[in-house]
């Protein structure tokens, strides 16, 4: 027998190779915008928030939830903000008459 061997030494490490391919294979699960147009509301913190789902096009569908969560909740925000914002004041309503015929 002979002491030469083209294998790794006794108690040493052997990383294997790393294969890479010739050609970048299609991932069908890979983030892609949808293309969806989005037009504008004229209310800037709505159209702010409608933008925002932009960013879900370039993650992966896990991110996805913190989007619309973030999303839904600045939607939530300004439809709540229209309840707070005063109004035109109540109509005065007539006085009570003291004026007791009877």
Known sequence: MSDSHAGPAEGETVEPELQVPDEPSYDPAAPAPLG??????????????????????????????????????????????????????????APASSDNRS
Do not use: F, K, M, S
């Open 36 to 93: 969806v147009e989005r037009t504008p509301t004229g209310n800037a913190e709505v159209d702010a928030c409608l933008a925002r789902l932009g960013d879900a096009d370039h993650l992966a569908t896990d991110g996805h939830i913190e989007v619309y969560e973030d999303v839904h909740r600045g939607l939530r925000d300004a439809l709540t903000a229209l309840d707070q914002r005063p109004g035109p004041p109540a109509p005065a309503t």
